[in-house]
């Protein structure tokens, strides 16, 4: 059985968590210009009006919230059923990065990191299943991360966090296929962000975030359940994923010059 796509955007409901900047940016573009209707939330309302403008009167919502507080979620969703009966897809793009290696681990850092995300797509996926479940049709699209494959160097709270998230994908999956609903495991490489400018160290494989965005909704479109990009490098980090350990660490200690 394969899951459903969307053969077009154009007067489907989206809701954007992560809108403000980098990937969830340039997929709101993309979005707008398609001609869905896209709920957009992130934090900094100040990056959300901007995008809002960008689409025709009563094309957008703009929804500011903190994906680690469960009452402004709840209050997105709600607006959102308010003015449109629900959603045709959830696109969770938010997410937080900190480089944390085992010399310098704050388990606070850690916490928040975990809060944003993990705990944060679980609450939205929460908040939206019953009506999708009630509907048997629906989208589910979460951004992950290739950190998640397997332990990298300075993804020391990152890495175990997206490595949740592929597990929290495979099971909504294997749950949601015979209800009609269609999950999308995103798992990005190196992408030109705010988040990725922190780095120090070479990124292999490089993309803008206009690239990513097309690699998802493509995904999307499709009906794929894992959409992972830039292909060269995450294959590459797919098949690291099969070898035997001591093979593994040699590679990435040879390979990664961090």
Known sequence: MKQRGISSFSGKRVWLIGASSGIGEACAQVLIKAGAKVALSSRRVERLNPLAAL????????????????????????????????????LFVSGAYSPLRADN?????????????????????????PEMLKAHTGHIAIVGSVAGYSGLPKALAYGPSKAAIINFCETLYYDLL?????????SPGFVATEATAQNDFEMPALISAQEAASEILSGIENGEFDIHFPKRFSRFLKFLRILPYPIYFWIVRRFVKI
């Open 105 to 129: 681990f704050d388990i606070n850092t850690a916490e928040q990191i975990i809060d944003s995300n993990l705990l944060g797509p679980m609450r939205a996926v929460a908040l939206v299943l």
């Open 55 to 90: 689409g025709d009167l009563g094309q957008t919502l703009v929804l500011p919230l903190d994906v680690t507080v469960d009452s402004e979620l709840k209050n997105s969703y709600q607006s959102i059923l308010s003015s449109w009966d629900g959603i045709d897809l959830l």
């Open 178 to 186: 015979p209800r009609g609903i269609s999950v999308h495991m995103i």
